[in-house]
């Protein structure tokens, strides 16, 4: 098979990296400025390195150009675990790209409870973006709803890219002054236009980088194949055992990587299990393929799986431990799949599932799904809940 790959679009590589440098700079913890698809200019920090220094920072950059004061930003997933709203609100329109409906909580001003107005702190900071900090205390803050799509929105969508917590300070500033502030405070600067096709452009344009044979225990007939977006970004693997006929429906598993399940062998979830289990399969009946896909924690990341654990640990559910954290309860996009699965040569898969949006997505995307294979495997008695909850809420056929 070819592994030639088409060339990346000029206009699509400036986008691009713009972004990529954007996230670097927000896990660094340092100060980027978005000018907003709604033509709002905000300077955008992530929450949850925003300590005294790095609020006094942005206020003081956005007050020298006659901006507004530093805010929280968080999902109204969020907002409702921290105690600033009582339910989701419906957005405005559909939202392709998960931003969702944002809260926003303006530094707390002089009120009844005691508050000094001296603005948003890192500790109120933390207490409303950190799951893992608990209290709901929101003294003096009357939330403001802003749906999806906007230039908040498109601030979270940046930080989740970063996989960090989904919570955000930002202050806006006049779009007049904007290039002033950002060569004054040497702000790299990035579109919301762009943060918003980011991910659908790298997931579609996925490339085959490289091929080896990896023999396995369970299938030694086995070649692993890397798949990276032009851009440079996230890596994907199909682990491709015997020889499958692109002319029939393969046999295929989607696998979101799991680092605490897959190599650890983590008791919490099926997820090593279900690795092994399709390998094993899938060799016995001949050939067929693995989509490993970089999407560790239902696409959440590794460090926010951890602190959805932490939350489990406390008695909340899988799905409740994410909406509390900030995402929704899965984050997960099957289009890096079809495109790998459509690069290989196939087009029509019989898939092992049991979670019907893998269905769905599949389809949506042009790959055709002839059957769907049962993939269960018995409880171990530390997963017993989780399993439940994948059945019960995430309408896993289990």
Known sequence: ????????????????????????????????????????????????????????????????????????????????????????????????????????????????????????TPDLVRLLADPTRPGHATPGITPIVRPFPSAEGEALLLVKLARLLPAVVVAEVPAARAAEVAARNDLL????????????????????????????????????????????????????IGNPDPAQPVLARLHSECFTGDLLGSLRCDCGAQLRGAIREIAAQGSGVVLYLAQEGRNIGLMNKLRAYRLQDAGVDTVDANLMVGFEADERTYLPAATMLKALGFTAVR????????LSQLARWGVQVVDRVPHIFPANGHNIAYLRTKAEKAGHLL
């Open 1 to 120: 098979m070819s592994l030639a790959a088409e060339p990346i679009s000029p206009l699509l590589r400036t986008a691009s990296r713009s972004v990529q440098r954007a996230v670097s700079e927000l896990r660094r913890g340092d100060l980027v400025m978005l000018q907003g698809g709604d033509d709002r200019v905000l300077l955008v920090r992530a929450a949850e390195m925003a300590d005294a220094p790095a609020l006094a920072l942005l206020r003081q950059a956005a007050t020298q150009a006659g901006g507004g004061e530093p805010a929280l930003v968080v999902t109204d997933k969020r907002a409702i675990a921290a105690g600033l709203l009582t339910r989701a609100v419906e957005p405005a329109q559909a939202d392709p790209m998960g931003a969702g409906t944002v809260v926003i909580a303006p530094a707390p001003g002089p009120s009844s409870q005691g508050t000094s107005g001296q603005g948003l």
């Open 189 to 240: 600067t990035v579109r919301g236009a762009d943060v918003q096709a980011y991910q659908a452009a790298g997931e579609s344009t996925l490339r085959q980088v490289v091929e080896a044979s990896v023999p396995l225990l369970d299938a030694e007939d086995t070649r692993l194949i890397a798949f990276r977006a032009p851009d440079g970004g996230v890596e994907h693997l199909a682990i491709l």
């Open 351 to 358: 898939l092992m599932t049991n979670n019907p949006d893998k």
